[in-house]
């Protein structure tokens, strides 16, 4: 099963893509939170549509 991501604009999320995030976000295995507004470059998805990585 194919899942879509796609931002807070409706638009589809593909590789390589630049997002940034629109409140603070506690990553599973980090000691600090992701805060709003630093910009995360060049996404991509892993093995499935769950996991989204930065390069």
């Not at 604009?9 to 590789?15: I, Q, R, T, W």
């Amino acid at each position: 099963m194919l899942i879509e991501s796609k931002d807070n604009s409706e638009n589809l999320l593909e590789n390589g893509d630049n997002v940034q995030p629109i409140k603070d976000l506690k990553i599973k295995g980090m000691p600090k939170r992701l805060k709003r507004d630093n910009i995360i470059k060049n996404i991509g998805s892993i093995n499935n549509s769950y996991e989204i990585s930065s390069y």
